[in-house]
C-alpha cells in the first residue's frame, strides 16, 4: 500500500511559480509511476503530466508544456512539480497519483493510477 502525500500549493499572482510534492510512503516507490491531476470546480479531474518510474519518461498535457516540469527523486519518494508562468487557468486542486501500472499509453488516464493523495490547492490571480 502507497500513501501519498501533496505540499506546496497556495496563492500565486499570474506569471508567478510554485513547486508542488508529493511524497510516498513504503520502500518501492521507485517501482511506481507516478501522476499528477488537477480538478478545478465544476470540472472534472484532467491530467497534467506523468513520469515513469525510471524517469526516463515524462509526459506532459498540452496546457502545460514548456511551463511545467516533472521530476522524481527516488532515494526521498518525492516527485516534484516546478510549475512556471503560471496562469488564472491553472487554478485547482492538484493530485498526486501512482500506479504500478506501465503507464505508457495510458498516463493521462486517472483510472490506471491506484493511490492517490489528499490534494493541494492552487490558486493564481490575474
Known amino acids: 500500500q502507497v500513501q501519498l502525500v501533496e505540499s506546496g500549493g497556495g496563492l500565486v499572482q499570474a506569471g508567478g511559480s510554485l513547486r508542488l510534492s508529493c511524497v510516498a510512503s513504503?520502500?518501492?516507490?521507485?517501482?511506481?509511476?507516478m501522476g499528477w491531476f488537477r480538478q478545478a470546480p465544476g470540472k472534472e479531474r484532467e491530467f497534467v503530466s506523468a513520469?515513469?518510474?525510471?524517469?526516463?519518461?515524462?509526459y506532459y498535457a498540452d496546457s502545460v508544456k514548456g511551463r511545467f516540469a516533472l521530476s522524481r527523486d527516488n532515494a526521498k519518494n518525492t516527485v516534484y512539480l516546478q510549475m512556471n508562468s503560471l496562469e488564472p487557468e491553472d487554478t485547482a486542486v492538484y493530485y498526486c497519483?501512482?500506479?504500478?501500472?506501465?503507464?505508457?499509453?495510458?498516463?493521462?488516464?486517472?483510472?490506471?493510477?491506484?493511490?492517490w493523495g489528499q490534494g493541494t490547492q492552487v490558486t493564481v490571480s490575474s
Open positions: 497519483g501512482a500506479t504500478w501500472r506501465r503507464i505508457a499509453g495510458y498516463y493521462s488516464v486517472s483510472g490506471w493510477y491506484d493511490h
Open positions: 513504503g520502500r518501492t516507490f521507485s517501482s511506481y509511476a
Open positions: 513520469i515513469s518510474s525510471s524517469g526516463d519518461n515524462i
